[in-house]
């Protein structure tokens, strides 16, 4: 395993499961545009997962399940996330993002990936399933459909980044955290802080991903927040899963933002589609890890 720090945390985790530390090591791919597209990439030999992580969240938050899957993955960071560029132009519906991704699987791997996305990750796989089949074996979208209204249920998120942009101490942020209800134990809440923030060079803390930077200035308007929080949602997401020829499973946190009408929409629209309901939060990949990854290992995902 890489000396780098951020991969410091493994270990425990690891040992925790009962799993051995994989090899791990983060990659770096530069875009026609310049930008950079950053990723991890967990295990010997050539992936056959790829992993894309929800808005505000970075490749790490898919650790505990790379972990649990105990094979060569792929966690992509999306664009104006974790070691990413952000975009200058703010736009990061899944259909801008999808190209970024298909250019790192033709890149990264040398087959068809079980790709899996979850929240605004799903929203980009399903992009990227639609554009580009040759790439995608199968696909597992987590707790996402298009149209939802995720405005309703993040107010504590939205106090969350109401506050700063920039810290004197990750622990400041910490307590903020905690204080608002979000994270686990203190470790775990410690630990996600510093896989999603940076040290700028005047000293200060941020975050690494670019829409608590948006956020600030948006959340100040419930109309603003509203139309940022559904656009990207609705940029032609239902043609992207209606063109998806792969296998396609929903997964559906019971305590997320999917709701079993939602689900039902889904399978009307695309009658293929199979629907798995995990009790998770939104982000299954940390609060149902173990339930998701044998999901993801199954070899034989319903058609």
Known sequence: MTDNGEFHYLPLQAEKLSVPVPRVE????????GRELSA?????????????HGAGLNAHTWDTTALLLGQPVLAIDLAGH??????????YSGRTLAPDVA?????????????????L?????????????ELVDELIIVDITPGIDTSAGPSALRAFYEGPTDFATRDELVERAMSLGFGGSRPETERGVFLNTRVRPDGRIEWKHHFAHLAAAVLDSDAAHEATSRSGLHAGGWD????VT???????ATRGFVSAADADELQRRVPAAH????????????????ALAELISAADLPV
Do not use: K
């Open 121 to 133: 990750g799903g929203l980009t796989a399903a992009a990227v399933a639609a554009a580009h089949p």
């Open 40 to 52: 991890l990439r967990y295990g010997e030999g050539d992936p056959e997962v790829t992993l894309l």
């Open 26 to 33: 983060r990659v770096t791919l530069t875009l026609a545009d």
């Open 103 to 119: 250019q790192a699987l033709r890149e990264w791997t040398n087959r068809p990936q079980i790709l899996v996305g979850q929240s």
């Open 275 to 290: 629907v798995v309901a995990l009790d998770a939060t939104h982000n299954v990949q940390e609060t149902a890890p173990a």
């Open 246 to 252: 792969a296998p396609l499973t929903l997964v559906r």
């Open 82 to 91: 974790g070691d990413s560029s952000w975009r200058t132009d703010a736009d």
């Open 240 to 243: 992207d899963l209606a063109a």
